[in-house]
Nanobody, 128 residues
Framework: QVQLVESGGGLVQAGGSLRLSCKAS????????MGWFRQAPGKEREFVAA????????YYADSVKGRFTISRDNAKNTVYLQMNSLKPEDTAVYYC?????????????????????WGKGTLVTVSS
């Protein structure tokens, strides 16, 4: 079992920044790619970013490219999502998720379906 706990959400004005964290605990001895997803009120869940554990290669949704940066600290079993130039349309609950054996580059096409582990999410609200 792997437990994921997100933190760092909050209220920020448009143009501002936030950094989300996702700490993994439990059976983290395996190297997992990890993804961030978000779900806005009344909308479907969508992919945001993913990072491969070994190579550290990163992948982004077009809507966040150039504004968001995903990174990880393997020693701390933590993945971060630095969000800059935030827009009201970024308002959502942000979740980190893991699917064992899934490559980082494949997280986007899942849309979050079939993940083995999810965090409970952290709310990001961007005011205009």
């Amino acid at each position: 079992q792997v437990q994921l706990v997100e933190s760092g959400g909050g209220l920020v004005q448009a143009g501002g920044s936030l950094r989300l964290s996702c700490k993994a605990s439990g059976r983290t001895n395996s190297d997992y790619a990890m993804g961030w997803f978000r779900q806005a009120p009344g909308k479907e869940r969508e992919f945001v970013a993913a990072i491969s554990w070994g190579s550290g290669r990163t992948y982004y949704a077009d809507s966040v490219k150039g504004r968001f940066t995903i990174s990880r600290d393997n020693a701390k079993n933590t993945v971060y999502l630095q969000m800059n130039s935030l827009k009201p349309e970024d308002t959502a609950v942000y979740y980190c998720a893991v699917k064992r054996g899934l490559r980082g580059r494949d997280y986007e096409e899942t849309g979050g379906a079939g993940m083995d582990y999810w965090g409970k999410g952290t709310l990001v609200t961007v005011s205009s």
